[in-house]
């Protein structure tokens, strides 16, 4: 059985869980979500969720570094241009296609998808390609409960997602800095690793736009983008699938893009990151191997050459 990853940070790092909560209800009270609510669509019944096994104990971020602070290319390249455009997204109604070798290959509403599955509150760790990183609380589900009900066959050894693609309401989607529209997969076994989830909010709050609404990928041991956002499209496929990414320069993003402080981006370090929130003059924190979810994971890669699959 999967073990909770444990946090190596020192105690001073720890929110205690009722800190946690009552930051949440502080938040939701006093109106910290207005910044993202003009980005996140009209006004939606917080969700219901539990709690998860898989949690870290870290300090999460706070819900303006996460909304304020995130790459989301079809908006723009700066870190702030999701916040300033993703309003233009629409997000309702949403439906999601499942195809390719599936027993029931479909379209489902975004309800449809989602109906009966348990929301969970999952407080991963993310880190970006770039070496900085946050600690998200998620709200999502197992992505192995949607493949499981579509009936995956046999033959299918991959997993592929693509993102919604409206370059009238994602101004970045006309330009060329990428292919679009965004593409992403993973491996069979990644996919149904119980750490591999969807995502349909944050904090207890439906999914910022900014962020992904209203239904995103959370791998927490591989790099950010590997997490494609605002996801339109699954498909069970038998070869590996091409990825935005590794498209675009594939001599700096390999297909697994696991967090692996060993092996260097051609451009920078990946032995640290900096912790998005910390301050100025904050130290920078040592990368952990898988993101610090080698219990759950390390296992999938037995065998492989990790710098020559990154």
Sequence with gaps: MA?????????ADVTPREIWMNRRQL???AGALAAAGAAAGPAAAKLTTVESKYSTMEKSNSLHDITHYNNFYEFGLAKTDPARYADKLTTSPWSVEIGGLVDKPGTYSLDDLMKGITLESRIYRFRCVEAWSMVIPWD???LSKVLDRAGVQPSAKYIAFQTVYRPSEMPGQKTSILEWPYVEGLRMDEAMNPLTILATGIYGEPMPKQDGAPIRLVVPWKYGFKSIKSIVKITAVADQPPTTWNRAAPNEYGFYSNVNPHVDHPRWSQATER?????LF??????????GYGDEVAAMYKGMDLRKDF
């Excluded at 073990?3 to 105690?11: G, P, Q």
């Excluded at 912790?275 to 301050?279: Q, T």
């Excluded at 904050?282 to 993101?291: A, E, G, Q, V, Y």
């Design 3 to 11: 073990r909770m990853y444990r946090s190596r940070l020192t105690e």
């Design 27 to 29: 938040l939701a009270g």
């Design 140 to 142: 999502g589900f197992p």
């Design 275 to 279: 912790r998005i929130g910390g301050g």
């Design 282 to 291: 904050s130290p920078r924190i040592k990368t952990l191997m898988f993101n």
